[in-house]
Nanobody, 125 residues
Framework: VQLQASGGGLVQAGASLRLSCTAS??????YGWFRQAPGKEREFVAS????????YYSDSVKGRFTIWRDNRDNTLYLQMNSLKPEDTAVYFC?????????????????????WGQGTLVTVSS
């Protein structure tokens, strides 16, 4: 099982950026995106079941970020619009064997079994 994230970079506030994450090895129950800012704990960004459904977003990114999976090649995407300096962080893609139906479970990083290496997003003001 391997997750490989890419697409990070330096952008100005208000810009857009798309992260991608290739997933290989097996089907999963759920995928998610997390981020970790300098000096802070890893925090939940968004998640959806592997087969697709209604994605769930943290309040801080709702309306600005969108996630989806391309089932042709199992690539996960995180589209980030209207970026703010507070979005600066290392972004991680993750996958869980379980589908989890409750936000209390799938917003926890400890419930994800596989992780990409992280990609840095820096938003300048």
């Amino acid at each position: 099982v391997q997750l490989q994230a890419s697409g990070g970079g330096l952008v100005q506030a208000g810009a857009s950026l798309r992260l991608s994450c290739t997933a290989s090895g097996r089907p999963f129950g759920r995928y998610g995106w997390f981020r970790q800012a300098p000096g802070k704990e890893r925090e939940f960004v968004a998640s959806n079941v592997w087969r697709g459904g209604n994605a769930y977003y943290s309040d801080s990114v709702k309306g600005r970020f969108t996630i989806w999976r391309d089932n042709r090649d199992n690539t996960l995407y995180l589209q980030m619009n209207s970026l703010k300096p507070e979005d600066t962080a290392v972004y991680f893609c993750a996958a869980a064997a379980g589908a989890y139906s409750l936000p209390a479970y799938y917003t926890l990083s400890s419930n994800y079994d596989y992780w990409g290496q992280g990609t840095l997003v820096t938003v300048s003001s």
